[in-house]
């Protein structure tokens, strides 16, 4: 029998070939991500000591940042040899065109003590005193600056000042690497610039002769409560661990894609076996007449179905290593610091070869299986191949009730607000599409094939009647392609609901011509002050807020304030100003609080001006009950809280004043504040929803492949239909059907099958993302389904287009024997 496996398995090699792509293509994904994640890994502690190459102890707050009084007190310490203080912020460089330089920029505090300095440098020094800078190479040489020259930096502390340039550095490839520029300065230069209160850690280093464990036990007693202090070695260990934690949810992020992948090419699997096994009931019948048992047929189907899996998961693993090449070079070419070089291990390899030849076998289990229960001398005749095989009526009544089990799921996750519903409803859709797919298909393809009917005759007449033929088969061809389809309707979906979301929360909270956004951070303390200065501008709001005794204060400007507000319970909204503020219903109501009625907020005395309506729901996260909201004038706001910052300020012209002298002016204003953005409408909504269009490319780049496989599955179950058919298709060229029309007969065959597994899939996604939309709206937002008909659409054509292309070559397959050796065909 093992013999004779080998045998049939080269002679069938050609049917079988599009069936291992399949697994080829989804082990591939599997092992280039893998290999991918164990090269950034292996990059990761590589750079993880990096910054502490003379670091012996290092000092942690808990929870606060460490005072640089702490820091003179562990330099005191004896047995230190030198001790600094260091963070990590964001600030901006202005380059010397007088605007700053583009990207999100690193800002570090670098030790000043030789002792401790652990960068490495290309020109120049490192600082010794405040007031002196250093940057990265490529910076310094895009703007052409000079050391010695001054260089303006400026961060959430205020505009931009100079600071003379000593040195350039190189980061490239560390985790200060993201893209932008790398500041490093003096410590209290550092603190100054980001507006901080303290460092993140204090680095030490420990005398000549002097035990580690033992300083590590000095510092910590005179560090106090609060405060750990860690070995260099814990330094790296901690550091790695994050590293790899992030890692590890990344790989995990991909992974979820390469078990859609592994899935779909499990479906494509299971129905090529089942066409394949069904082709050779004759072939099985004769091997049980001659003494096979069911048993030998069965292991012999496995053992095949083994040596496929395990050939094509070798060629999987090969092709994951080209495609874990090309994802580290993209993420080179878009400066993103991940990539780590190539990494292919003993175990990422095993386990795929496992993986690969496990989902074959197991895919192939069931075919086979039903391969064997043919009687031996029913099997030697035409009737025996069961071609027409209907699905059983438990199935479709199992089918029929996950399926209704998963709608219901999805039209009550909006109402009780549960996100686990709204996967549990998918997954339950997809498995009642599955198993109620033998009667829903077909009847799909009827109705969609009646254009086709009217449009090209008995031709395509023909052709929905192959593709109804077997339900079973064509229901399994379908579920593959609803799989891929499906989730990228749902992402496309969600992503244009949200996005519409966002846009209207715009429209309906931001009521100016221009935007100033903290770029990584707050505004700094002046900018608003500056802003307002200016005679071209007419309102200056800087959106602020304040949680106090389970109450949101908030910033509010009284020509702007009727935008967020939806009713007016009482008083005159037109009285905002000093002294006076506007208490939110719900508040109202709870504090027994009227128009008139003097409240104390943060321990001074204010008068309620008006009782207004809530302008939403309460949006998840905001310590404070819906409602709970007090809007004060800016002035007061400041003088309760006048470190509070925000990272948004709204600014519109004056009166008589054009957009454009108003953007001049404002411009004017921000070439010293290197970390603001300044932006209309139109921008700051391109900015909000950048995210999700960069989230939905990436998404569906990573499903792509998922589509393909299951387009692979098309072509291959119209390859094996066309190799079931040889006789039949003979027959019909025989009596007149030209080449042309064999070709159209096929492609509608195909686009039937793609069509209606696209049309099923692009209905699930948009019922999950309805589901998913329900629940966002319900736990805060103003969220609803929007359905991208032009997405949609461009969906359902590419999916026709793939399958025209997928019946090419069964189309040349059908064609290439003469008619009278086709018919003489067994």
């Avoid at 600056?145 to 502390?157: D, E, I, N, T």
């Avoid at 029929?400 to 799921?409: N, S």
């Avoid at 008068?607 to 004038?633: F, K, N, R, Y």
């Avoid at 359902?796 to 397959?813: H, I, N, Y």
């Amino acid at each position: 029998m093992i013999r004779l496996t080998l045998r049939t398995m080269r002679a069938d090699a050609v049917r079988l070939l599009l069936s291992a792509l399949a697994v080829v293509l989804g082990v591939a994904f599997v092992a280039g991500t893998l290999i991918f994640t164990d090269g950034m890994k292996a990059a990761a502690y590589a750079r993880a000591g990096t910054f502490d190459r003379h670091t012996d102890l290092g000092v942690y707050a808990e929870k606060v940042p460490i005072p640089p009084a702490l820091v003179e007190r562990v330099r005191a310490v004896d047995g230190v040899r030198a001790a600094d203080g260091e963070l990590t912020g964001t600030a901006g460089v202005v380059g010397s065109d007088g605007r700053p330089v583009l990207g999100f920029a690193v800002l570090a505090a670098i030790p000043t003590d030789p002792a401790l300095q652990s960068y490495d440098v290309v020109a120049g020094r490192l600082p010794q005193r405040p007031g002196e800078l250093v940057l990265d190479a490529p910076t310094v040489a895009e703007e052409g600056f000079a050391l010695g020259a001054p260089v303006r930096v400026g961060g959430s502390g205020g505009a931009a000042r100079p600071y003379t340039l000593v040195g350039t550095v190189d980061v490239a490839g560390t985790t200060r690497d993201v893209g932008g520029p790398f500041i490093g300065l003096a410590g209290p230069d550092a603190l100054a610039v980001g507006a901080d209160k303290g460092y993140g850690r204090i680095m030490v280093a420990a005398a000549p002769g002097v035990s580690t464990a033992e300083l590590a036990d000095r510092v910590a007693a005179v560090a106090g409560a609060g405060v750990t202090v860690k070995t260099r070695q814990a330094i790296l260990d901690d550091a790695v661990d994050e590293a790899v934690r992030d890692l590890r949810q990344f790989n995990l992020f991909l992974l979820m894609f390469a078990a859609v992948a592994v899935v779909v090419a499990g479906f494509v699997i299971a129905n090529t076996f089942a066409i394949v096994l069904a082709q050779r009931t004759r072939r099985t019948a004769l091997l049980r007449l001659v003494g096979a048992t069911r048993g030998q047929v069965f292991r012999a189907a496995l053992l095949e179905a083994a040596g496929i899996g395990l050939a094509a998961s070798a060629l999987g693993v090969l092709a994951g290593t080209g495609l874990a090449v090309g994802m580290d070079a993209l993420m080179s070419a878009f400066d993103v610091p991940v990539a780590g070089g190539l990494t292919v291990t003993a175990p990422t390899v095993l386990l795929c070869l496992l993986l690969g030849t496990a989902i074959t076998v197991g895919a192939a289990a069931a075919p086979a299986w039903q391969g064997t229960r043919v009687a031996p001398v029913a099997a030697l005749t035409d009737a025996a191949v069961q071609s027409t095989r209907r699905a059983g009526r438990v199935r479709l009544a199992v089918g029929a009730l996950v399926f209704a089990a998963g709608v219901a799921a999805l039209v009550g996750a909006g109402v009780v607000g549960q996100v686990v519903l709204v996967a549990a409803g998918g997954v339950l859709s997809f498995f009642g599409i599955v198993l109620f797919g033998p009667v829903l298909v077909p009847a799909l393809v009827r109705v969609l094939g009646w254009p086709a009917r009217r449009l090209f005759g008995a031709t395509a007449g023909l052709a929905v009647a192959n593709a109804v033929r077997n339900p079973r088969r064509i229901a399994a061809t379908a579920a593959a392609l609803v799989v891929g389809i499906g989730l990228v309707s749902a992402f496309v979906v969600g992503a244009r609901s949200v996005k519409s979301g966002i846009e209207r929360a715009v429209d309906q909270q931001i009521g100016v011509d221009f935007l100033v956004t903290g770029i990584g951070g707050d505004l700094p303390p002046t900018l608003a002050a500056e802003l307002a200065a200016r005679g071209e501008l007419g309102v200056v709001h800087e959106q602020r807020s304040r949680v106090v005794d389970r109450v949101e204060l908030r910033a509010a400007h009284p020509a702007l304030v009727r935008r967020t507000l939806t009713a007016v319970d009482s008083g005159d909204v037109g009285r905002l100003g000093p002294g006076r503020v506007l208490v939110h219903r719900e508040l109202a109501r709870a504090r027994g609080w009227a128009v008139g009625d003097t409240v104390t907020l943060a321990g001074r005395p204010f008068t309620v001006a008006a009782v207004v309506a809530s302008d939403g729901p309460a949006l998840a996260g905001i310590p404070v009950p819906a409602g709970h909201v007090v809007d004060l004038v800016d002035a007061d706001f400041a003088r309760l809280f006048p470190a509070e910052r925000g990272y948004l300020a709204e600014v519109d012209p004056a009166a008589g004043v054009s957009a454009g002298q108003a953007r001049e002016a404002i411009e004017s204003v921000l070439s010293r504040y290197p970390t603001v953005n300044l932006m209309d409408q139109a921008a700051y909504k391109k900015m909000l929803t950048g995210t999700v269009d960069m989230l939905l490319a990436f998404v569906t780049a990573l499903l792509g492949l998922a589509v393909v496989i299951a387009l692979v599955g098309v072509a291959n179950t119209l390859t094996l239909s066309v190799v079931e058919r040889t006789r039949e298709n003979a027959v019909l060229r025989a009596v007149g059907l030209t080449r042309g029309r064999m070709r159209a007969m096929l492609a509608v065959e195909a686009v039937l099958m793609a069509l209606v597994g696209a049309v099923l899939g692009v209905g699930l996604g948009t019922g999950v993302s309805a589901g998913a939309m329900a629940v966002v709206a319900r736990i805060g937002g103003d969220f609803t389904l929007v359905l991208p008909w032009d997405q949609l659409g461009l969906i359902l054509g590419v999916a026709v287009l793939a399958a025209l292309a997928a019946s090419v070559l069964p189309a040349r397959r059908a064609l290439a024997r003469p008619v009278v050796e086709s018919l003489g065909a067994e």
